[in-house]
């Protein structure tokens, strides 16, 4: 198993502005992932954060708007940048095998933007 | 269409009452499939995982069928604590593919 703490739980924050949201992990990880998860929707993958190489995006999802941090192999930033309401959400950092095994998610940090 | 298709409730369920869930998958190469729980404000969390003969813990029961391309959940005896929400998540590749989820209330 793994233990996550993810910062902030929660924020608001002005239009225009940026937040970096931290993940650690309590052992080391090679796959660290992000998600969104707006209201009523199901999780959406916005990357797997890397260790030593560039995060790889999904579709739709751009480095410009979310940059990705991995210094080593328990800890990940997220950064959403140039924020308008359209963010507000919930982000989630995750670990885990994931093509068999067991994801663990943090607890999220939920985002208003104003 | 969407990789994975749920039915987003909510279900009203009495306790003591058996529900049960449906979630559709696209892709056929899909190779792992899982139940999440997730409560209100909170992370998801495992449930139980699918495998292809049928698997059961306590009151949970799953159901994988690969020619049709779904699983199901089961919950027996329904308790209040099992409100939540149930995230029907089918692994491609690297990639977890959630479900936007089927509410559940339990009412007494």
């Known amino acids: 198993s793994a233990v996550i703490s993810q910062k902030p739980s929660r924020d608001i924050c002005q239009r225009g502005t940026s937040l970096t949201i931290q993940c650690q992990v309590d052992s080391q990880v090679t796959m660290m992932f992000w998600y969104r998860q707006q209201p009523g929707q199901s999780l959406t993958l916005i990357a797997t954060a890397n260790q030593g190489s560039e995060a790889t995006y999904e579709s739709g999802f751009v480095i410009d708007k979310f940059p990705i941090s991995r210094p080593n192999l328990t800890f990940s930033t997220l950064t959403v940048s140039n924020m308008s309401p359209e963010d507000s959400s919930i982000y989630l950092c995750s670990v885990g095998d994931s093509w068999r095994a067991e994801a663990f998610f943090g607890q999220g940090t939920r985002l208003t933007v104003v | 269409r969407k990789e994975v298709e749920q039915d987003p409730g909510p279900f009203n369920v009495p306790e003591g009452a058996t529900v049960a869930f449906n979630c559709t998958y696209s892709?056929?190469?899909?190779?792992?499939f899982f139940w999440y729980r997730q409560d209100c404000r909170k992370e998801p969390k495992l449930l139980m995982s699918v495998y292809s003969s049928g698997n059961e813990d306590g009151r949970f029961t799953a159901q994988l069928n690969r020619a049709s391309q779904y699983i199901s959940l089961l919950i027996r005896d329904s308790k209040l604590s099992d409100s939540a929400t149930y995230l029907c998540?089918?692994?491609?590749?690297?990639?977890?593919?959630f479900g936007k989820g089927t509410s559940l209330l339990v009412t007494p």
């Open positions: 998540v089918v692994v491609s590749g690297y990639a977890l593919n």
């Open positions: 892709n056929s190469a899909s190779q792992s």
